[in-house]
């Protein structure tokens, strides 16, 4: 080629850059303009990108964490399922804040359509992970390890090994050992290039991780589902029983009763209990803690069924009672006394026990009467009951003890209409005397009713007499029933032990190639790596070389039959990372070339 065709071919490839470079220059500044376009998702494409945000492990968790943030109100403020009354009360002292508060939920924040919301996402997000990671993990199980590398000592673990010519084994039979032994140490193994001069094992472990990684999600949906199930066809109920009487497992038996969406009456077990006796034994004892109790018993006679035998039970604190599948709680108690309200007819207007309400550790308790009964004016009372009642300085009747050891009711008297005719439901432990007239309480000439053990008072104006017969005490019930908790269980100990295995099993390759050299030793290398953090991987390869001594140089003549001199003495511990060395190059050879490479990937 002539110099004036050599320069015409550059002038040529010179125009055709420039041309190119123009072009380059063009896109971009019709990219600046705006002329670029980019393509349209579309219905469908908008809809698969959602699903593969949602169904992301970082949604999940993100979930995961907002649904905890979101019970958070649900600890803060009273709520309506547990405690009407006590959401009433707060509407009525916030009237500013309370109904903003109530348009968003937060009385009902378990039932609220936002924490529903979360809910079911987080359950959808679980289903979306987990299946696509099952079934990568599936095909990655009945997969073979992946290929031997090229260069072993790229790999985090690496060593040599020198077997003794004298050993009689050929690379194939040193490659099938191997892999027999990593077999036996739980490794999935696969012996390749067996045609070779080279051939090669590989190996993998560790497929447990990600099994306890889906194990546990999977197991977390079981929790959710098990939740919902027991949202939908389980009930809570309360009831005060009195001692002497009982409780029959019926709709009209409870006080309150909060069943689930599902709820049929068919659920309820005919059982029965009866209160026999409520004994607390208070501390007598210690100066700094006299009189606080220290053991709640309450002695039951249990009925499973109408037709079935009759046992007794003790129901503690902590120590539920468990009948027809349900859950029997001790949750309070305190003293009912046994009071007769007559009429201005003389007629009984109330008779029985009636329950009070203990304020502190002394058991002074809030007492309420109603005698709706009561002719021609409806009676009611309200005070206190004190066990053992004492007077202070200022002539103040208080209680000095919880133990029933001077009991004493102090009342106020009210008649007129209290109301319960109208059908409306009212608390029984509130007396609304808005619409009654005062008779009796300290503000009037006629002083409050102060009545002691067996005493009768005889009200004004001829309304009536009230008189104080006895004492009792009484224990408060909760009964759960949640047909799903044993399932609940099940999930929450199958998803810690999922999320052990995730956090403490690692996975990890093995791989093993041998090599005969001229002077008839077989020469054998082997690394390993670990998938993700393994900080045990060194003692795993300082495991596998002792396995692999023992198997081959277990002989005290080893070396000297060799003949190789003391560069390639077997067992040595010295490794190589010559990555293009045969497979008959002695460890010392390359030790410097370990250190340039070691922490390479494969």
């Known amino acids: 080629m002539t110099d004036a065709e050599h320069n015409g071919d550059r002038s040529v490839a010179a125009g055709q850059s420039g041309a190119s470079g123009k072009g380059r220059t063009g896109r971009k500044a019709r990219a600046a303009a705006g002329d670029v376009q980019l393509p349209s998702l579309g219905p469908l494409g908008l809809l698969r990108w959602a699903w593969t945000q949602l169904t992301s492990m970082r949604t999940a968790l993100f979930l995961l964490l907002l649904l905890a943030v979101a019970a958070v109100p649900g600890s803060l403020f009273p709520q309506r399922p547990a405690n009407p009354a006590v959401v009433t009360q707060y509407l009525k002292d916030n009237p500013d804040t309370g109904p903003w508060l109530d348009r968003f939920q937060l009385f009902d924040v378990y039932s609220s359509v936002w924490f529903s919301a979360i809910y079911l996402l987080l359950f959808i997000s679980l289903i979306g992970c987990v299946i696509p990671r099952a079934k990568a993990h599936y095909r990655a199980m009945r997969s073979k390890p992946p290929r031997t590398p090229k260069r072993l000592s790229r790999l ?3 060593g040599t090994l020198a077997i003794p010519a004298s050993s009689g084994l050929t690379a194939l039979t040193a490659a099938e050992e191997a892999a027999k032994l990593l077999r036996k140490r739980g490794y999935r193994v696969d012996v390749r290039d067996r045609d070779t001069d080279r051939p090669s ?16 999600h999977t197991a977390l949906i079981g929790v959710l589902v098990s939740i919902a199930v027991g949202g939908l066809f389980g009930y809570s109920g309360q009831k005060v029983v009195v001692e002497g009487e009982s409780f029959v497992n019926t709709l009209v038996g409870y006080d309150s009763f909060k069943p689930g969406t599902s709820f049929t009456e068919d659920q309820l077990a005919p059982y029965s209990l009866t209160l026999d006796e409520f004994n607390v034994e208070f501390d007598r004892k210690s100066e700094t803690h006299y009189g606080q109790p220290l053991d709640f018993a309450a002695t039951m006679t249990v009925k499973e069924s109408p037709d079935a035998e009759e046992h007794t039970e003790t129901l503690k604190v902590n120590d539920p009672l468990t009948i027809g599948g349900s859950r029997v709680y001790l949750v309070g108690n305190g003293y009912a006394p046994v009071v007769t309200v007559r009429d201005g007819d003389g007629n009984i207007a109330l008779q029985g026990p009636v329950v009070s309400v203990p304020s502190d550790g002394m058991y002074t308790s809030l007492m309420v009467i109603k005698a709706p009964d009561a002719k021609p004016d409806q009676l009611g009372f309200v005070g206190f009951f004190l066990p053992t009642a004492m007077l202070d300085e200022e002539g103040v009747s208080f209680s000095g003890d919880p133990d029933p050891f001077n009991p004493q009711l102090n009342l106020n008297a009210y008649y007129g209409d209290l109301g319960l005719d109208e059908g409306v439901p009212s608390n029984v432990y509130v007396l609304d005397t808005e619409n009654l007239t005062e008779i ?6 006629e002083g409050g009713i102060v009545l002691g053990a067996n005493q009768t008072y005889e009200l004004p104006e001829g309304k009536g007499s009230i008189s ?5 005490r009484y224990a ?16 929450a100990v199958i998803s810690l032990a999922g999320l052990s295995a995730s956090l403490f099993l690692a996975r990890r390759r093995v791989w093993v190639r041998t090599g005969t050299h001229a002077d008839g030793r077989i020469m054998v290398e082997y690394g390993l790596l670990a998938r993700g953090e393994d900080q045990r991987l060194a003692s795993e390869a300082t495991a596998i070389r002792g396995l692999l001594e023992k198997q081959w140089l ?11 001199g003391e560069a390639s003495a077997p067992g040595t511990g010295e490794q190589t990372k010559d990555r293009d060395a045969e497979p008959g190059a002695s460890a010392a050879d390359s030790s410097a070339a370990q ?3 070691t922490g390479k990937d494969s």
């Open 554 to 564: 277990a002989g005290s003549g080893a070396v000297e039959d060799n003949g190789a």
């Open 156 to 158: 985090p673990e690496y």
């Open 440 to 445: 009796n309480s300290r503000n009037l000439d």
């Open 201 to 216: 094992v590989g190996a993998e472990r560790g497929f447990a991780k990600e099994v306890g990684n889906l194990l546990f």
């Open 476 to 491: 408060a019930l909760d009964i759960h029933y949640d047909p799903a908790k044993i399932w609940v269980l099940t999930f």
């Open 468 to 472: 104080f017969d006895g004492l009792k």
């Open 595 to 597: 250190k340039k490479e």
